[in-house]
């Protein structure tokens, strides 16, 4: 069996950073959903001993930070799809810097959701007026997110 040379162009570890990426993406998205839920989970629990009916109000944050797990789950897709036998140096550090967009933006993002979300829920549960407000700080934490996810996209696609 004849194994094809590979150039400098082409190295052999080329698809492990395809691979890195992917990973990348979906482990940093993971977390930072994972973290913002936690945190404002927390929040839940704790305003719903006193204003029990409340909880499915307060499910917004928890669902904004899932979401954010989904990005790096597109990315990760996207990025394993295009492993094949010869890849170029160029194309695997343009998917890690896509894996790595998606996951750190959506770590960021899942930690403000997070933070903002604990104290929000607390905050809305005292004062009902504050439920708008903190849905649009919601908004701006999870398209922290979004831009990684648009950065990504736009890196895998080059």
């Not at 790096?72 to 896509?98: C, D, E, M, P, Q």
Request: contains cysteine; proline residues 3%; positive net charge.
């Amino acid at each position: 069996m004849h194994i094809p040379e590979l150039s400098l162009d082409e190295p052999h570890f080329a698809s492990f950073f395809c691979i890195l990426g992917a990973v990348c993406a979906i482990v940093f998205s993971t977390l930072g959903a994972a973290y913002g839920t936690a945190k404002a989970s927390v929040g839940i629990c704790s305003m719903s001993i006193k204003h029990p009916r409340l909880i499915m109000k307060a499910i917004v944050p928890v669902v904004m930070a899932g979401i954010i797990a989904i990005y790096g789950l597109v990315i990760a897709v996207l990025l394993a799809g295009t492993l094949g036998k010869r890849y170029s140096a160029y194309k695997g550090f343009l998917n890690l810097s896509a894996g790595l967009a998606v996951g750190v933006s959506g770590m960021g993002a899942g930690i403000a959701i997070g933070v903002v979300g604990e104290a929000g829920v607390r905050a809305s549960a005292q004062q009902p007026k504050l439920f708008v407000a903190i849905i649009l700080i919601l908004i701006f934490a999870e398209v922290l997110g979004l831009y990684g996810l648009i950065v990504a996209i736009y890196l895998f696609s080059k």
